[in-house]
């Protein structure tokens, strides 16, 4: 399958990794499907159009009218039960600790049998997921381990030395992608979180070590089935905050370690992007933590994407209201594309894209108990 996502050569100039990956197998042309969002790009290409916008909500569908406002309702994110739970979620992080060795053992060891029971039951819960369905389902598996610290199972003091336990743990996630695989023939499956930055873009020993684990478990097969990967590109901070300004960065860095994780495959595999509505921080690492993200940091952001080639994206949400809220997606994405509007006209009346922006919306809906799960 050719790629949905575009990298400009230019966009990219002083990555000279991500240059070399620009002509690896898979990075195509195919246009993404269906109704195209409203054009902000003018002739001069000042302002970039914006990449497709998909949404995806946990175990279900969105509800609301989203073609009305160009995002498509084409997405499912799949959470790890659905192929067999090893941890109880409603433990506390230390209890799921404190029986870590136990969980892993039995999510290395579980049949395929299992696999295949368990993902029944869940299409019996969830019948509005046909096995027939051509929409991308976004594979979230966490527990115990998810690809992003695959690292801490390698050997070696550089973490570069593939142990049994890494090649077991590999197997372990390349079979519940065959189950899916088979279940839905004509999905579009993709791996939540592979390729995923830090949230200021640094290069640290940590990081280094993250992309390469997962370049690693690329070469042994274990994305043979799927057809992409999904970075998170999520919303980590808030103006106020000084990792704010480490978007373009971190935006970066995501799209260098994707690059590099599809072209160790040695088959297509494209690279779709996951944003998010809420700022995705823990309380004192960001002043917006856990709270609706700014909009017009949003929006520099889909701009940036789109300068860099990327043609769709997907925003995940647990449940139809935004975290902690009663605020409706539906209607944070309105406000985003009032924006996107905005600094268009204001282009192209000879004005600076945000000259003429809105101020930030303040939430229409007060907030109201939290309601969503844990976001992926």
């Not at 830090?198 to 990081?207: Q, T």
Request: glycine residues 6%; contains cysteine.
């Amino acid at each position: 399958m050719a790629t949905r996502i575009h990298f400009r050569r230019e966009a990219l100039y002083g990555l000279a990794a991500v240059l070399l990956l620009l002509a690896a197998p898979g990075l195509g042309d195919e246009k993404p499907a269906e109704a195209k969002p409203p054009a902000t790009a003018t002739p001069d290409g000042t302002v970039p159009e914006w990449p497709m916008i998909s949404l995806a909500l946990q175990d279900q569908y969105a509800t609301g009218n989203l073609a009305r406002i160009g995002v498509l309702n084409d997405a499912w994110c799949m959470s790890e039960y659905a192929v067999g739970a090893v941890t109880d979620h409603r433990l506390s992080r230390e209890e799921r600790m404190a029986l870590h060795d136990e969980s892993m053992k039995l999510f290395i060891e579980m049949p395929r049998s299992k696999m295949e029971s368990s993902l029944e039951r869940y299409l019996e819960i969830h019948p509005q997921l046909s096995r027939k369905t051509t929409r991308t389902i976004i594979i979230d598996i966490e527990s115990p381990v998810q690809p992003r610290d695959f690292w801490r199972y390698l050997g070696g003091p550089d973490h570069d030395q593939i142990t049994p336990e890494f090649t077991n743990i590999v197997n372990a996630f390349a079979r519940r992608y065959s189950v899916i695989r088979d279940a839905f023939p004509n999905a579009t499956l993709t791996v939540f979180s592979m390729g995923s930055p830090d949230s200021m873009g640094r290069e640290r020993d940590i990081e280094k070590s993250r992309v390469r684990a997962e370049i690693l478990a690329a070469k042994m097969g274990m994305l043979e089935n799927v057809n992409a990967i999904s970075p998170e590109v999520y919303e980590r901070f808030g103006p106020k905050d000084p990792g704010y300004k480490q978007m373009k960065r971190a935006t970066r860095q995501a799209m260098s370690h994707s690059l590099q994780i599809v072209k160790a495959c040695g088959r297509p595999v494209d690279i779709i992007v996951l944003m998010s509505l809420t700022v995705y921080n823990a309380p004192g690492h960001s002043s917006l933590a856990l709270k609706p993200a700014d909009l017009n940091g949003l929006a520099d952001r889909l701009e940036y994407l789109a300068s860099l080639g990327v043609k769709r994206v997907i925003f995940w949400n647990g449940r139809d209201n935004l975290e902690n809220t009663q605020i409706p997606v539906v209607e944070r994405l309105t406000q985003l594309r009032e924006i996107q509007q905005e600094r268009a006209r204001a282009v192209e009346t000879g004005g600076s894209p945000k000259d003429d922006a809105p101020p930030e919306p303040p939430p229409s809906s007060s907030p109201g108990p939290a309601t969503d799960p844990p976001g992926p």
